[in-house]
């Protein structure tokens, strides 16, 4: 199947290294319910969303009990703060001329039985194609510190230019939902 995907260059994070990782970006174009690459039935969850700090504190809820049913409750909270930052950052810096809200899909899926323990994929996609650019903030700065974050939380984290805007792809490893617990 090929994919629709071209990720630019400038992408942050790099293109994906890896069949597994590159798998996430096919979970863009599968229909709610789909069957996952890896073997095993995917759960996905599918919200579009006008932001707003009530919109997207309502969408993390929902992730997170979906997380939690889904049998991965370790991760929920992880992966409800990926969500949130997510969602938070189109609000406030997404620029799309002529909109006067903004809007986002947010699309949460599970990979289970794929080599190493699976994976969880998080993909928040938005209309400006403008990939952003991470920068150290000064020890002060309130703001700054969103996309370290995801990217110290998740196994990997790319952004992906495409589609009239960009998808943030955001990779939890499934196996890491159990260290806790084993």
């Not at 992880?78 to 986002?104: D, F, S, W, Y």
């Not at 230019?161 to 990779?171: E, L, Q, R, S, T």
Request: glycine fraction near 10%; include cysteine.
């Amino acid at each position: 199947m090929q994919n629709q995907y071209t990720p630019q260059p400038e992408a942050q994070g790099g293109v994906p290294d890896n069949e597994l990782d590159l798998d996430m970006v096919n979970l863009l174009n599968a229909p709610v319910g789909a069957h996952s690459v890896a073997s095993g039935v995917s759960t996905q969850l599918k919200e579009e969303l006008v932001l707003s700090e009530k919109a997207i504190h309502h969408v993390k809820n929902i992730v997170m009990e979906s997380v939690h049913m889904w049998g991965y409750g370790p991760l929920a909270f992880e992966v409800g703060l990926v969500v949130t930052e997510l969602l938070t950052n189109v609000m406030r810096h997404a620029k799309v001329p002529g909109v006067a809200q903004k809007r986002a899909r947010c699309l949460v899926q599970s990979l289970p039985g794929a080599q190493e323990g699976g994976r969880l994929v998080v993909v928040v996609h938005d209309d400006d194609p403008t990939v952003p650019r991470e920068r150290l903030p000064a020890d002060d700065a309130t703001s700054g510190r969103g996309l370290p974050l995801v990217r110290g939380l998740t196994h990997c984290f790319v952004f992906v230019p495409g589609n009239g805007g960009k998808d943030a792809v955001a990779v939890f490893r499934l196996d890491d939902a159990y260290e806790e617990t084993a």
